[in-house]
T-cell receptor, first 118, second 109 residues
């Protein structure tokens, strides 16, 4: 149990295009999902917290118009990188909050999406 | 959040024990976690400990918590080459997790 999927697993796009990344909790409902960004050999940086049915809460320094988050259902959140530029190239990881199999509140992570903007 | 500190690199021989250390910041954190990340993959929850516990053992994994010093450690017994990965400790801060920078564990034959 407590599986989180992401799609696509990797994407290459041209500068100026928009890219949508999906995050799904497969076997549990997640009222809260999180989006992280990870640079090579770095820790995870929280970008935003996504709550089902309401607006996302963005961390300081993260542009909400650049990184659009939609949490339309209890099992799906999407991150759209709008007008992507090479500096947006990164590894994007989502997580979903739930009790899962461990019985306590924790976050279960997706496998990540590697974005390369040319 | 403030920094969660970890040593960046650890190398051990196969069969030896590994100990990864972490210092966290928020004394009110209720849960502390250890995650494992293999190359190009997401994070896998390894284990967690509740803040009122001193120790938790789960098969080859032992977590020690020193709440006074805000020090957390993860011991992996009989380390195998498949344990080579990056290990992150994390504290719960509100609903979000505050991660350390990760410890790269290299297991050599």
């Amino acid at each position: 149990g407590a599986v989180v999927s992401q799609h696509p697993s990797w994407v290459i796009c041209k500068s100026g295009t928009s890219v949508k990344i999906e995050c799904r909790s497969l076997d549990f409902q997640a009222t809260t999902m999180f989006w992280y960004r990870q640079f090579p050999k770095q820790s995870l940086m929280l970008m935003a917290t996504s709550n089902e049915g309401s607006k996302a809460t963005y961390e300081q320094g993260v542009e909400k118009d650049k990184f659009l988050i939609n949490h339309a259902s209890l099992t799906l959140s999407t991150l759209t990188v709008t007008s992507a530029h090479p500096e947006d190239s990164s590894f994007y990881i989502c997580s979903a909050r739930g009790s899962g199999t461990v019985g306590v509140e924790t976050q279960y992570f997706g496998p990540g999406t590697r974005l390369l903007v040319l | 959040g403030e920094d969660v500190e970890q040593s960046l690199f650890l190398s051990v021989r196969e069969g030896d024990s590994s100990v990864i250390n972490c210092t966290y910041t928020d004394s009110s954190s209720t849960y502390l976690y250890w995650y494992k990340q293999e190359p190009g993959a997401g994070l896998q929850l390894l284990t967690y400990i509740f803040s009122n516990m001193d120790m938790k053992q789960d098969q080859r994994l032992t977590v020690l918590l020193n709440k006074k010093d805000k020090h957390l450690s993860l011991r992996i017994a009989d380390t195998q080459t498949g344990d080579s990965a990056i290990y992150f400790c994390a504290e719960m801060e509100g609903y979000a997790l505050n991660f350390g920078k990760g410890t790269s564990l290299l297991v050599t034959p």
